[in-house]
Structure formats: structure tokens, C-alpha cells
């Protein structure tokens, strides 16, 4: 697809307070400049996970919709949780898959289409953790030590851990905003890669991930006295199943409560006839439009449906942002 950059003509807004280093510069690449004169509907794609390819990932779900609307889809990776959401607002997308932190981050210029499920249930949980033959026992453990998190604005990576850090007794200070005092929370950029630091630095004893990229190398026993990841969630099952000597095994130290998956969402200004067409398409796919069964396993979508929802749905994420003290500012180029 032929590519005419569109960086720097409007006034986009960014989290100013949670972004700290990232710098304005720095905000213009977003994945090459996501423009284009001569494209169909444009679903930008949000990082989350290092090692997963994510536009072949999705492929069956862009088949599916262009199968069901007749519609041309794009798909777009994004280099930033930030960058997936100034893509819609700068009118370089029409869709994109966000962390829940897009539904306050994009209020006023994006709308909630529906929350991602997988294998029936809406609901996902943050964990921390450390190595097996650690000396961590409990949250209190980490004063003073090294944690590993994810995105700066990544809801299960670090805004919900931290925040549980902080309910031990540890004081957090201004983070994301600034260094927590009682420890060190260190950016990894996403859930895979903080998991792999607390694996290959010593200095780093902890790790906050979605238990999505940790549950699979911890014991499932571990997980047997929580009785709301038993039943709600999709990652139980598999827990503990990739322990090998390439993946070593992880103690769990807390796990968080319920959180509401991932959103689907939509610029709010495209106003096209298709749109309602391609937003029922998702709500209505069935698991099998969006992982066939000739999918490599390697390739899989990690969700499977994708249900309605509104911004009221994520009500939790404001108040998390609130007990951060974090806020969205505009923030002119």
C-alpha cells in the first residue's frame, strides 16, 4: 500500500504525564506515519507482546470482515499504545485494537465498538512475579528491590501492579510520572519482554505482567486459591503448560481482581455508511471467523469474540488513572 505521510498538521493529544521521556519528535513517527491517499478501512494494531507477530495475528479477522462488508481492511501496526490512538485522532485510522488506557485517552475523538473475549469470558487479571528459587515472598519483599513492568500506559503491565505495590505499604511517589521510592519500577515496553528481564537480569526480581504472558510458566496450583481466575479466566486452563528448560518456572506473588479485556474502538468522526456494517461484522464473528482451524498455532488471535460495550464499561480504568493522579493533556507539536 502506497504510503503519503501526514505528520504534524493537527493539534494531537498524548499523555503528557505518563509518557515522561517520550518526546514530541518522537511521536511523529507513528509506525511510518500511518497516512495514506489510497487506502481502504485502516485497523491500527496496539503493541502488547514483543514476540507475537501481530499483523498475522489478525489476518483472519481482516479476511473475515472484507468476506462479510465487501470492504478493503488495512492493518497497521502502531509502534505505541500512544501512537494507536493519535492514529485515530489524526484521522489515520478508522479502527484500532487499544489497551482499556485508550477508552480515557481517546475520549472525545474515539468510541468503545466492544470488549474482546476470549473463549467466553470478558474479564483478565495482572500478576506479579518472581523466579522459583526466589527469596520474594510477598509484596512487602520488593522494597528496595528491582520490578520489571510493561508500557508505560499499559493497564495490567504497570498502572494496576503498581497500584497493588502501593497497597502493600510501598510508596510509589509520582509513578508513571516519576521514580517510585521504596523501589524501582523499570519500563520493559510490554509484557513479554518484562517477563524475559526478570528471566535474564539479576538485578531484577519481580515482574508485573497480564497473566496472559505469565500464567503459562506458572504452576497451575498456584492460581487454585483464587477463585475468580478459576472461573473467569481464559489463561487457567494453560497454566503452567510452557515450563520447559527454555521457560522456567515462575512463583506468582499477587494477583490482581478482575479487569475488563481490551476494547475495540472506532475514530469517532468516521462517518461512512460502512461503518455500522464492519462494527456488527465484529461483534457478530463467531471464534472460528477469527481463528480458523488451519491457523498455525503460533499465529493465533488471542481473543475469541468480541462483545458489545461503552465507554461506562470502564469505569475502573478512570479510577485508576484518578488513584495515579494521572490526567490527559493537548499537547501542541
Not at 509502534?79 to 492514529?87: C, I, K, P, Q, W
Given at each position: 500500500m502506497a504510503q503519503t505521510p501526514r505528520c504534524g498538521d493537527s493539534t494531537r493529544r498524548t499523555f503528557l504525564k505518563a509518557t515522561g521521556a517520550t518526546s514530541?519528535?518522537?511521536?511523529?513517527g507513528i509506525a511510518g506515519c500511518l497516512g495514506s491517499t489510497d487506502h481502504g478501512i485502516r485497523f491500527i494494531l496496539n503493541p502488547a507482546e514483543e514476540q507475537t507477530n501481530i499483523v498475522e495475528e489478525y489476518t483472519p479477522m481482516k479476511e473475515y470482515l472484507e468476506a462479510e462488508t465487501g470492504e478493503d481492511i488495512d492493518l497497521e501496526p502502531a509502534?505505541?499504545?500512544?501512537?494507536?490512538?493519535?492514529?485515530l485522532e489524526t484521522e489515520q485510522g478508522e479502527l484500532a485494537d487499544t489497551s482499556p488506557t485508550g477508552v480515557p485517552g481517546g475520549e472525545g475523538f474515539a468510541d468503545v465498538v466492544g470488549v474482546r473475549t476470549a473463549f467466553g469470558g470478558n474479564q483478565y487479571f495482572s500478576t506479579i512475579v518472581t523466579l522459583a528459587d526466589s527469596d520474594i515472598n510477598e509484596l512487602s519483599d520488593l522494597e528496595g528491590e528491582v520490578m520489571t513492568v510493561g508500557s508505560a500506559l499499559s493497564v495490567s503491565g504497570t498502572?494496576?501492579?503498581?497500584l497493588?505495590?502501593?497497597?502493600?505499604?510501598?510508596?510509589?511517589?509520582?509513578?508513571?510520572n516519576d521514580d517510585a521510592v521504596d523501589l524501582e519500577l523499570r519500563n520493559a515496553g510490554d509484557h513479554d519482554t518484562a517477563r524475559e528481564q526478570l528471566i535474564d537480569d539479576d538485578e531484577i526480581v519481580a515482574a508485573a505482567t497480564g497473566a496472559f504472558a505469565s500464567a503459562p510458566q506458572i504452576p497451575q496450583e498456584q492460581f487454585d486459591d483464587y477463585d475468580d481466575f478459576v472461573e473467569l479466566s481464559a489463561e487457567y486452563d494453560g497454566a503452567g503448560e510452557d515450563i520447559d528448560d527454555e521457560n522456567p518456572e515462575l512463583q506468582l506473588i499477587e494477583l490482581s481482581e478482575p479487569m475488563l479485556r481490551a476494547p475495540i474502538m472506532a475514530r469517532s468522526n468516521w462517518d461512512d455508511p460502512v461503518r455500522d456494517d464492519i462494527e456488527q461484522a465484529l461483534i457478530?464473528?463467531?471464534e472460528e471467523d477469527l481463528i480458523p482451524e488451519?491457523?498455525?498455532?503460533d499465529y493465533e488471535l488471542w481473543f475469541t469474540g468480541i462483545q458489545e460495550a461503552d465507554r461506562d464499561d470502564y469505569e475502573v480504568v478512570y479510577d485508576v488513572f484518578d488513584d495515579l493522579g494521572l490526567e490527559f493533556a493537548d499537547f501542541d507539536e
Open positions: 514530541a519528535a518522537a511521536m511523529t509502534g505505541s499504545y500512544v501512537e494507536t490512538l493519535e492514529a498502572l494496576v501492579p503498581a497493588m505495590v502501593n497497597d502493600a505499604g510501598l510508596d510509589i511517589g509520582d509513578f508513571p457478530d464473528a463467531e488451519d491457523v498455525d498455532d
